[in-house]
């Protein structure tokens, strides 16, 4: 249950953060406002860092595969594609299509064991799922 509320809650942030974004790039520009929330989330992180335990910071370089390091370029790039979706489409339409996008991404990643995950055997339920979903952002459109 913890999960549930937990990935309810991210979801719910994740849109209000884009919106906020958004209204920081109208006032300044994309990359002014994403250099913004990467720097903001390492003052949080490392705030939060003090007060949960402090475990040492030199395990980093110890990181393999290396690939998976790239989280804050990747991070940085979302944050510029959130806020030029939010931009062109509205929250409600890129929040759906990044929900979407994210599921069918996460099942192929699933499907074939990418990155260090677990391989599951294909499952049409699942693939009919993808399709319901991607179904629900023509139906939104309309």
Do not use: D
């Not at 309810?8 to 920081?24: D, E, H, R, Y």
């Not at 759906?96 to 260090?116: P, R």
Request: charged share 5%; glycine share 10%.
């Amino acid at each position: 249950m913890a999960g549930i509320v937990t990935a309810l809650l991210s979801g719910a942030l994740m849109s209000v953060q884009g919106v906020f974004n958004t209204g920081v790039t109208k006032q300044t520009s994309v990359w002014v406002a994403s250099g913004w929330v990467q720097a903001t989330a390492l003052i949080a992180c490392v705030v939060i860092w003090f007060f949960t335990g402090r475990p040492p910071v030199r395990g980093l370089f110890s990181v393999s595969p290396i690939y998976l390091l790239s989280g804050g370029i990747i991070g940085a790039v979302i944050t510029y594609t959130v806020i030029r979706s939010m931009q062109s489409l509205g929250p409600a339409q890129t929040a759906l299509l990044i929900v979407v996008a994210q599921i069918i991404t996460a099942y192929v990643i699933q499907l074939f064991g990418w990155f260090g995950t677990e391989k599951m055997p294909f499952e049409w339920h699942k693939l009919l799922g993808a399709a319901v979903a991607v179904a629900g952002i023509i139906i939104f459109q309309r």
